[in-house]
């Protein structure tokens, strides 16, 4: 059974559309985040959210959307893709905020090409 | 955003050797930990160090927080193709509320 589990793994599409990508967890979490990961396997804050609410927006541009429903769902929306898009996007989450050595869990990652 | 700097950035090496992989900083960290990510997915984590001078066993992993809490090294013992991997560092950002990571140190180990 799956704890964080995001759709699609893989995701190929042109310049300029739009792409969504969802993410769920099971393990009752309130924080849950949205990482990107370069072609260098740099992996970099984007957005951490608790308790549906935003706490950190990290300088991502706003064709960047991330959406919370409920504390169980945490989808990334992006607007107008470009080629620097192209990363892997991992959703994770964690049962407080990440700092003080709380665990975090990541899905699995989804792997978006944009050509 | 405080930087974590790992060292070596890759490293091959053959079964049965041993390695270590650093981890240092000009930040001070309340804590520290150790992910490993294998290809095609996502980051899993190893440890957490809160100490300065801990040291904590896992198998044939040992992890250390050096004693000003700024570093931390990873030795591995008689290494494994399975422990073949991203080792990545992470510690709390400024604001607490998630993880900054290292650039990680990609191991390959050959049998």
Same mark, same amino acid.
């Given at each position: 059974?799956?704890?964080?589990?995001?759709? &699609?793994?893989?995701?190929?599409?042109?310049?300029?559309?739009? +792409?969504? !990508?969802?993410?769920?967890?099971?393990?009752?979490?309130?924080?849950?985040?949205?990482?990107?990961?370069?072609? +260098?396997?740099?992996?970099? *804050?984007?957005?951490?959210?608790?308790?549906?609410?935003? *706490? !950190?927006?990290?300088?991502? &541009?706003?064709?960047?959307? &991330?959406?919370? &429903?409920?504390?169980?769902?945490?989808?990334?929306? *992006?607007?107008?893709?470009?080629?620097?898009?192209?990363?892997?996007?991992?959703?994770?989450?964690?049962?407080?905020?990440?700092?003080?050595?709380?665990? *975090?869990?990541?899905?699995?990652?989804?792997?978006?090409?944009?050509? | 955003?405080?930087?974590?700097?790992?060292?070596?950035?890759?490293?091959?090496?053959?079964?049965?050797?041993?390695?270590?992989?650093? =981890?240092?900083?000009? #930040?001070?960290?309340?804590?520290?930990?150790?992910?490993?990510?294998?290809?095609?997915?996502?980051?899993?984590?190893?440890?957490?160090?809160?100490?300065?001078?801990?040291?904590?066993?896992?198998?044939?992993? @040992?992890?250390?927080?050096?004693?000003?809490?700024?570093?931390?090294?990873?030795?591995?013992?008689?290494?494994?193709?399975?422990? @073949?991997?991203?080792?990545? =560092?992470?510690?709390? #950002?400024?604001?607490?509320?998630?993880?900054?990571?290292?650039?990680? @140190?990609?191991?390959?180990? @050959?049998?």
């Amino acid at each position: 059974d799956t704890a964080v589990s995001q759709t &699609p793994k893989y995701l190929v599409t042109q310049m300029g559309n739009d +792409k969504s !990508i969802k993410c769920e967890q099971n393990l009752g979490h309130d924080t849950m985040y949205w990482y990107k990961q370069d072609s +260098k396997k740099f992996l970099k *804050i984007m957005f951490s959210y608790n308790n549906k609410e935003l *706490i !950190i927006n990290e300088t991502v &541009p706003n064709r960047f959307s &991330p959406k919370s &429903p409920d504390k169980a769902h945490l989808n990334l929306h *992006i607007n107008s893709l470009e080629l620097g898009d192209s990363a892997v996007y991992f959703c994770a989450s964690s049962q407080v905020s990440g700092g003080g050595g709380n665990t *975090i869990y990541f899905g699995e990652g989804s792997w978006l090409t944009v050509v | 955003t405080q930087l974590l700097e790992q060292s070596p950035q890759f490293l091959s090496i053959q079964e049965g050797e041993n390695l270590t992989v650093y =981890c240092n900083s000009s #930040s001070v960290f309340s804590s520290l930990q150790w992910y490993r990510q294998e290809p095609g997915e996502g980051p899993v984590l190893l440890v957490t160090v809160v100490t300065g001078g801990e040291v904590k066993k896992l198998k044939r992993l @040992t992890f250390q927080f050096g004693d000003a809490r700024k570093d931390s090294s990873l030795h591995i013992t008689a290494a494994q193709p399975g422990d @073949t991997g991203l080792y990545l =560092c992470a510690a709390p #950002s400024n604001s607490g509320y998630a993880l900054n990571f290292g650039k990680g @140190t990609s191991l390959l180990v @050959t049998p």
